[in-house]
């Protein structure tokens, strides 16, 4: 029998702390800011937007201790057992003196009316210590996740670039403290699942993965928590009940990754952060779309399985694995199967997986070399925003310029991921030119009825996957792609 405890523990700044009463749906935020009255954390869009909640969290990963931004706004509290949390009340400099990211932000006037500054402060905090000098393209991907109102940035950015010249990582206070927060950290990690609450009103955290394999078997209808970046929108925007909860973010068991023959197998549990590195070096598209998936916060703390565990028409990954021909591991209990990633989308809502039966690894294939891959994400603005549509393509060209293979994968062109099978066809033994790519976008009608909702209109949505695919073709031929136009005009 699986040994538990009845409270989550953690460092928040420089404190021990054990908590028994905990509510399943309860916000890191709202604990900063009701029950500690630590108030620089602010609620802005209480969704994981603005970064106003922005704080670190520390945690050991591979036997070292990594902090990482994120919102507080959708972080569950119950996530945190065995963290270390930092709020911006915990900087601090030499002397008494102001932290030096915080005299860069006072010198360079980096602030202005200061409800977003505390966010800003604490995602340069976290690149800083990664990245003492860091180039202005790493400045500007640790602050997708920050929107400010007043200053247009640029006061920021130099106030980025400055850090340093006030003072050295080495110095700072997670610096000098590492190895004694390292020592608790460990320390906390006592291999036990943690329950707290009774009957439905509670939350579990597992000790380890064979024991979530066995809560799923008992547990009715839990809630399985990774990153929140989904669920905390049910509580914040929804106002929905989501208890039981079982947190798995912290579970090692579900945060590896490795290659064999050819296929890369990622975790269910790992992050976009973590798995960036390994997907942008073997499968070097999928890193400027990773790039664009919320902002860094989001990608601290979403998890690849996540975004395919919960069956969304618009998530970003499923429509570029399916296109790589990915495959998928379920697990209940001890048993496992193993199927391909397009077959677990059934229809809206509905995934095939069966009660107990969780996502434990995706297993997504290198393009082999001499193909082309490419996947294009749609959006209303660049940075931080949701899809309309996203397409995925892999061509396989033969000797003689005909199309050996193609497998096209689209995200919301449909109630789930789906691949664009008639273009297939159409495309498949055709010589790869701008005719037979004009002639196969006809058939684009016959795998797809898109809807139209707040994103994009469905003749939008058309259109534009249609000129997804002439693009990769106009791609592949090093050239630019002539482009469908909507004859009809918004009056």
């Known amino acids: 029998m699986t040994k538990t405890r009845n409270e989550i523990r953690f460092l928040l ?8 009463q905990v509510a399943p749906d309860e916000t890191l935020l709202d604990y900063l800011r009701l029950r500690r009255s630590l108030r620089g954390s602010k609620e802005g869009c209480a969704e994981g937007d603005c970064g106003a909640c922005t704080v670190l969290v520390g945690r050991m990963t591979d036997g070292k201790l990594v902090y990482e931004s994120v919102n507080a706004c959708i972080r569950f509290l119950g996530s945190l057992d065995g963290c270390h949390v930092v709020t911006i009340e915990h900087l601090r ?15 360079f006037h980096g602030s202005q009316c200061g409800f977003c500054t505390p966010g800003f402060v ?9 990245e003492p000098e860091p180039a202005d393209a790493a400045i500007e991907k640790a602050l997708q996740g920050n929107l400010c109102r007043c200053t247009g940035y640029e006061a920021i950015m130099r106030a980025a670039r400055a850090i340093s ?8 206070p997670l610096a000098v403290e590492r190895a004694a927060v390292m020592k608790k950290l460990v320390a906390l990690r006592d291999g036990l699942r943690v329950e707290i609450g009774t009957e439905k009103h509670r939350l579990i955290v597992p000790a380890d993965v064979d024991d979530f394999a066995s809560i799923l078997e008992s ?4 809630t399985i928590v990774a990153g929140s970046t989904d669920v905390g929108l049910w509580v914040t925007k929804h106002m929905r009940d989501i208890s039981p909860v079982v947190f798995i973010g912290h579970l090692d068991g579900l945060r590896k990754i490795s290659e064999k023959d050819g296929v890369v197998s990622i975790g269910a549990g790992v992050t976009y952060t973590e798995v960036f590195s390994t997907l942008s070096k073997r499968i070097p598209a999928l890193g400027p779309l990773i790039d664009r998936i919320g902002g860094e916060q989001v990608r601290n703390m979403g998890t690849i399985g996540g975004n395919i565990a919960n069956g969304s028409p618009i998530g970003d990954t499923p429509p570029p694995f399916i296109a790589l021909g990915a495959s998928l591991t379920l697990r209940k209990g001890k048993a ?6 397009e077959e677990f989308f059934i229809a809206y809502g509905k995934q095939d997986r069966q009660p107990g039966e969780f996502v434990e690894a995706v297993h997504v294939p290198v393009p082999a070399q001499g193909s082309h891959f490419a996947v294009y994400k749609i959006t209303k603005r660049r940075d931080e925003d949701i899809t309309a549509a996203l397409g995925a393509f892999l061509l396989t060209l033969a000797r003689d310029g005909t199309v050996a293979s193609i497998r096209i994968a689209y995200g919301g062109m449909a109630a789930t991921p789906k691949r664009a099978s008639a273009v297939e066809a159409a495309l498949t033994g055709k010589p790869w030119t701008e005719a037979a790519v004009e002639a196969a976008m006809t058939k684009y009608a016959e795998d797809f009825t898109p809807l139209t909702d707040m994103r994009a209109t469905a003749e939008y949505r058309m259109l534009a996957a249609r000129n997804l695919l002439m693009r990769f073709f106009a791609e592949t031929q090093g050239g630019k792609a002539p482009i469908q136009v909507s004859r009809h005009r918004a009056a």
């Not at 400099?93 to 010198?107: C, I, S």
């Not at 547990?219 to 839990?222: F, H």
């Not at 496992?336 to 990633?341: E, G, N």
Request: hydrophobic share 35%.
């Open 13 to 20: 700044n420089g404190e021990d702390v054990a908590l028994s």
């Open 336 to 341: 496992r199967r193993t199927i391909p990633l």
């Open 122 to 130: 604490m995602s340069l905090y976290g690149l800083w210590m990664k």
């Open 93 to 107: 400099g030499e002397a008494g003196k102001l932290h030096p990211v915080q005299q860069a932000m006072v010198d």
């Open 165 to 172: 010249s006030y003072g050295k990582v080495a110095k700072d």
């Open 219 to 222: 547990e009715q209808k839990p």
